[in-house]
């Protein structure tokens, strides 16, 4: 049908001239229903026009205060974009200033030492502040007696605890080298309990997900105790279960992991179990 708001051609558009299509009204219910979870509406709730259907059309029924109401959604949406841009102008001059000392080795008073390589100056107030463990390292006697400043963090290569630090003091990676250093960053972020760090490795973890990578993600979860997320990598481990059982690195995994073979087992059991008594019900 000819719709008002997302027609190639709205100008010969027929009367009447307040058509709108489903999808169009859906997106404008939505942009109300967010504006008044953010900001708790617009004097009363907000609410999404109402429409007149006739032989599968739908007409806009307009008001006045439903124009304010669409005019306070423009404003709000102005106001939003706004707030973003000054939020991102606020972290880039933060995080910004922190990476460049991090960079340009300034005034650093912590030398980390990897598992390989030549250990790596830090900012002592950086670590305290992104994480309690490091936090109580650094007040501990040992730490404060050391003459040299320097703590080692052996799980880690020299090129992992860069991207480590590189996250503590920039608050993100890129890309590539989250996709390089995801299970041994997922892995520090729970034993040194980095939150923030340990959010961007679970949902880089589940939006990466597949049939190639599911047991070693599944391992991680497991070791890090993430019995939600472990659920959900599970399940689909069970669903691609042939992909994933003839696999050349299963039985590996099956070898090192035996409880979670056992997992696996039973959750293929269950779910072909209820797929049978659906079957039978249908």
């Known amino acids: 049908m000819d719709c008002s708001i997302c027609s190639s051609y709205p100008v010969i558009i027929r009367p009447p001239r307040n058509t709108i299509c489903g999808s169009c009204l859906e997106g404008i219910k939505t942009a109300f229903s967010l504006m008044s979870s953010l900001e708790g509406g617009v004097g009363q709730e907000a609410e999404a026009p109402r429409l007149e259907s006739s032989h599968h ?37 933060l ?3 922190l990476v460049s000392a991090f960079q340009e080795q300034i005034h650093t008073d912590l030398k980390i030492k990897p598992s390989n390589g030549p250990p790596i100056s830090a900012h002592k107030a950086i670590l305290a502040a992104r994480s309690q463990i490091f936090k109580n390292m650094l007040d501990s006697d040992s730490c404060k007696s050391s003459p040299s400043d320097t703590v080692t ?21 890129a890309p590539e080298k989250m996709d390089k250093h995801v299970y041994s960053l997922m892995l520090a972020s729970h034993k040194y309990e980095i939150s923030y760090l340990h959010k961007s490795c679970e949902r880089h973890l589940l939006e990466n997900l597949n049939v190639s990578n599911a047991l070693d993600v599944l391992e991680i979860l497991d070791f890090c105790s993430h019995q939600k997320l ?9 669903k691609n279960i042939d992909d994933i059982v003839f696999s050349v690195k299963y039985e590996a995994f099956c070898t ?14 269950i779910d072909a179990r209820d ?8």
């Open 57 to 93: 059309h739908k007409s806009l029924v307009s008001s006045t205060a439903k124009s304010k109401e669409l005019t306070d959604l423009v404003e709000w949406m102005k106001r939003t974009k706004k707030v973003e841009n000054e939020l991102s102008q606020q972290i880039s001059f």
């Open 95 to 97: 995080a910004g200033s």
């Open 153 to 173: 963090i052996a799980e880690l290569t020299h090129e992992e605890l860069e991207s480590l630090l590189e996250f503590l003091y920039r608050g993100s990676l």
């Open 275 to 282: 797929r049978r008594r659906t079957g039978d019900h249908c």
């Open 256 to 269: 090192k992991n035996p409880h979670l073979s056992v997992q696996i087992t039973r959750a293929s059991l």
């Open 230 to 238: 472990k659920d959900v990598v599970l399940s689909f481990v069970v």
